[in-house]
């Protein structure tokens, strides 16, 4: 281990200057194989560079939470309006058509819920990813969690060596822990470990300073949309993340527990590909909505 010892916080990020390696249309992919790219530009949108995710594994952990207690009634019909679909392989597997003919980032981590304490230590078998043709694994890292830190860091990493074997990325899912910080600095280090250690995309959250997370992530962030807003907050957490260096959102409560779900994915498309302003997609949503 390094000396700890005048440990200094980064201060030179170089904001506003994009990434002097880059030739392909997404961070940190230039040098990865055919495979792997072909799987991210089906993700990251090749015109815009990015990318409306829509998450619904929140019952690998919950259960049947509100908006997610019907797969097939709730979320089939937005599939359309989602860039890629972010789910676990029992829904893939019993709910989702597979002529949705969308790409998948499957959650590939397990291992509690949530009535026990935060505990990853399952991930799934490499050829059901494969056997499921998914364009990306997640996996969460716990860092700051004294037990499950080491654990979810060798969850990425040997999931990571999995896919650069079979040309699959995997996205590292930073964890938001009762006792963890929500700050910038947070998910720096988050997101940067989940990169060091092989993640070809992270997903954090938005925060203050949020520029400096992306900017020292050397792979294309996407941010979760966190607890459900009102949709013109919902749309400014999106325009400002976007315009603070993220590549995309991986959204699931600020779309299924909308009024107007369709509508709001739609709207938060926009904003994400054609750089609508909050007051636009809002707009959008409303007269999606009638
Ligand atoms: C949890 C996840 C969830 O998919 C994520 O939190 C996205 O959902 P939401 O926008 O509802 O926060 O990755 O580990």
């Given at each position: 281990m390094a000396d700890m010892d005048d440990l200094r916080e980064g201060?030179?990020?170089?904001?506003?200057?994009?990434?002097?390696?880059?030739?392909?249309?997404?961070?940190?992919?230039?040098?990865?194989g055919w495979g792997m790219k072909d799987r991210l530009s089906r993700i990251f949108n090749?015109?815009?560079?990015r990318s409306v995710m829509l998450a619904f594994?929140?019952?690998?952990?919950?259960?049947?939470?509100s908006g997610l207690e019907r797969i097939d009634l709730n979320i089939v019909p937005l599939t359309e309006y989602a860039d890629c679909l972010m789910c676990t392989r029992g829904i893939l597997q019993?709910?989702?058509?597979?002529?949705?003919?969308k790409p998948v980032c499957l959650r590939a981590d397990a291992g509690t819920t949530i009535l026990t304490e935060l505990n990853r230590n399952v991930v799934i078998d490499i050829e059901d990813a494969i056997r499921f043709n998914v364009s990306a694994m997640a996996v969460m890292v716990a860092a700051g969690?004294?037990?499950?830190e080491a654990i979810t860091i060798s969850n990425l990493t040997r999931t990571a060596d999995l896919g650069n074997r079979y040309g699959i990325p995997v996205m590292g899912v930073t964890a938001v822990g009762k006792q963890m910080a929500r700050d910038s600095r947070y998910f720096s280090l988050a997101s940067r470990v989940c990169a060091e250690n092989g993640a070809t995309i992270v997903k954090t959250y938005y925060c203050d300073g949020f520029e400096k997370v992306a900017a020292s992530c050397p792979v294309p962030i996407v941010i979760a949309g966190g607890k459900k807003l009102p949709e013109k907050e919902a749309l400014e957490l999106c325009y400002n993340a976007i315009n603070d260096g993220a590549a995309g959102v991986d959204m699931g409560r600020n779309v299924f527990q909308s009024e107007a779900p369709a509508a709001m994915i739609q709207a938060i498309h926009a904003v994400v590909?054609?750089?609508?302003t909050p007051d636009q997609g809002y707009e959008m949503f409303l007269d999606l909505s009638k």
């Amino acid at each position: 281990m390094a000396d700890m010892d005048d440990l200094r916080e980064g201060v030179n990020f170089g904001l506003g200057q994009a990434s002097q390696l880059d030739n392909f249309h997404i961070k940190g992919a230039s040098n990865l194989g055919w495979g792997m790219k072909d799987r991210l530009s089906r993700i990251f949108n090749p015109k815009t560079g990015r990318s409306v995710m829509l998450a619904f594994d929140h019952g690998f952990i919950m259960g049947p939470t509100s908006g997610l207690e019907r797969i097939d009634l709730n979320i089939v019909p937005l599939t359309e309006y989602a860039d890629c679909l972010m789910c676990t392989r029992g829904i893939l597997q019993s709910t989702i058509p597979a002529n949705v003919n969308k790409p998948v980032c499957l959650r590939a981590d397990a291992g509690t819920t949530i009535l026990t304490e935060l505990n990853r230590n399952v991930v799934i078998d490499i050829e059901d990813a494969i056997r499921f043709n998914v364009s990306a694994m997640a996996v969460m890292v716990a860092a700051g969690d004294g037990e499950m830190e080491a654990i979810t860091i060798s969850n990425l990493t040997r999931t990571a060596d999995l896919g650069n074997r079979y040309g699959i990325p995997v996205m590292g899912v930073t964890a938001v822990g009762k006792q963890m910080a929500r700050d910038s600095r947070y998910f720096s280090l988050a997101s940067r470990v989940c990169a060091e250690n092989g993640a070809t995309i992270v997903k954090t959250y938005y925060c203050d300073g949020f520029e400096k997370v992306a900017a020292s992530c050397p792979v294309p962030i996407v941010i979760a949309g966190g607890k459900k807003l009102p949709e013109k907050e919902a749309l400014e957490l999106c325009y400002n993340a976007i315009n603070d260096g993220a590549a995309g959102v991986d959204m699931g409560r600020n779309v299924f527990q909308s009024e107007a779900p369709a509508a709001m994915i739609q709207a938060i498309h926009a904003v994400v590909h054609n750089n609508l302003t909050p007051d636009q997609g809002y707009e959008m949503f409303l007269d999606l909505s009638k």
